[in-house]
């Protein structure tokens, strides 16, 4: 199975988005990450439904939302509207994922959990079977540009073992510092989706980058 990249496009040029939207559609790459940040979950702001509605307008590729926001279920029903193929909320700071992920799932959209990196990958186990993503983040969140923490790699191949026995369906994905010299290690580990920002957008040559991830 080919591994789904998923450029974030919390480092596209804002000024040129339909540009580096049309460079992502063009590409080989099958999912648009999409970073929503409220300042209050994590501390920076991004962006949310404008934007998302001006993404969807120009691709119809899979748009893979990651929620970084407090109160995820008051938005979920929008971001499903406007247009999120996946929405992706994080297991810290909510008290009911059982149902949040159900809520997701309602919406017709696939459902993503996301850990941080300090929380352990055992605590999914009784939600594993409403999880269609499950994304282990690889740096702490709430800005693009950040190093790859290196332990993700051991958290990969956890989480992988879990999802083999608990839900093989489920899509493991990376979050945060990934490139093409982490990217080997991160699809041996078990992952099957990795998100890229800087490292796409900052190259000479982000369409080729896209491949070079995808070959890596
Ligand atoms: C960080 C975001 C990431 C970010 C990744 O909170 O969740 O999706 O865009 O950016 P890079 O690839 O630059 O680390
Ligand atoms: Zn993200």
Sequence with gaps: MSTI???SILAADFANLERDIKLIHDSKAEWVHFDVMDGLFVPN?????PILQAVRKHTNKFIDVHLMIVQPEKYIKEFA???ADGISVH???NLHIHSLLQQIREEGVKAGLVLNPHTPISLI???LHLVDTLL???VNPGFGGQKFIP???KRVEEAKKLCDELNPNTIIQVDGGVNVENAP???AAGARSLVAGSAVFKSSNPTQYIQQLLEA
Excluded: C, N, R
């Design 151 to 153: 332990e993700t790699v």
């Design 136 to 138: 282990i983040m690889s």
């Design 91 to 93: 297991y810290e700071g």
């Design 45 to 49: 702001i991004s962006f949310g439904f």
């Design 125 to 127: 186990k009784d939600v």
């Design 5 to 7: 990249i998923a450029p």
């Design 185 to 187: 290690l991160l699809k």
């Design 81 to 83: 509207k406007q247009g």
